[in-house]
Each structure stands twice: as C-alpha cells, then as structure tokens.
C-alpha cells in the first residue's frame, strides 16, 4: 500500500508562488511515476504534471507550462510542485498521485489520466486572490 501526503497551500495573491511537497511512503518508487491533479468546485480533476520518478520524463498541462515545475527528492521520498505567476484560475484542491500500472523507463511518456494512477493523497487547499 502507497501513502501520499500532501502539504503546502495556502492563501496567495495573483502572480505570487507556492511550493506543494507530496511525502510518499508505503512501496518503493523507482521506475514509478508520480502526478499533481487539482480540482476546483465544481469541475472534474484535472491533470496539473507528471514525472518519472527515476529521473527523465515530466509531463505539464498546457495550462501550467513554464509557470509550474515537478521535481523529486529520491532521498525523502517526497514529489514537490513549484508553482510560480500563480493565477485566480489555479485555485482547487490539489491531489498528489502515484501510477503503479506499469514500469516507466527513462524514455518513456508518463500518464496524464486520473484512471492511470492507483493511490491518491487527500488533497492540499490553493487560493489564488485576485
């Protein structure tokens, strides 16, 4: 069983940042691939990034490109999320996720669908005033 444990949001302003970390814990990791969704109220989850957890492949919405970057620390087991140029838009519960459907290697593309990923953290509120 995978635990996922997300923290880091909070409050901020238009064009501020946040840094999300999601703590994993449970299995091992390497070759895995590891996601953020977010959902605001009212609309389906969506897919935020994604990366490979061996290092290589990560993966961006459109909508977060070049604001938003996923990263990993294999010595604490923790996925982070660094959101820059935040916008009122970004706002949503935002869930870390980990794909055991499959090995991811290096070159390979990682998920971006809800249905490809198995364990599911509970979700860390961001709030972007305007």
């Known amino acids: 069983q995978v635990q996922l444990v997300e923290s880091g949001g909070g409050l901020v302003q238009a064009g501020g940042s946040l840094s999300l970390s999601c703590a994993a814990s449970?299995?091992?990791?390497?070759?895995?691939?590891m996601g953020w969704f977010r959902q605001a109220p009212g609309q389906e989850r969506e897919f935020v990034a994604a990366?490979?957890?061996?290092?290589?492949?990560?993966y961006y919405a459109d909508s977060v490109k070049d604001r938003f970057t996923i990263s990993t620390d294999n010595a604490k087991n923790t996925v982070y999320l660094r959101m820059n140029s935040l916008k009122p838009e970004d706002t949503a519960l935002y869930y870390c996720?980990?794909?055991?459907?499959?090995?991811?290697?290096?070159?390979?593309?990682?998920?971006?669908?809800?249905?490809?990923?198995?364990?599911w953290g509970q979700g860390t509120q961001v709030t972007v005033s305007s």
């Open positions: 449970g299995r091992t990791f390497s070759n895995r691939a």
């Open positions: 996720a980990a794909s055991y459907t499959r090995f991811y290697g290096l070159g390979d593309l990682v998920p971006h669908r809800p249905s490809d990923y198995n364990y």
């Open positions: 990366i490979n957890w061996s290092g290589g492949s990560t």
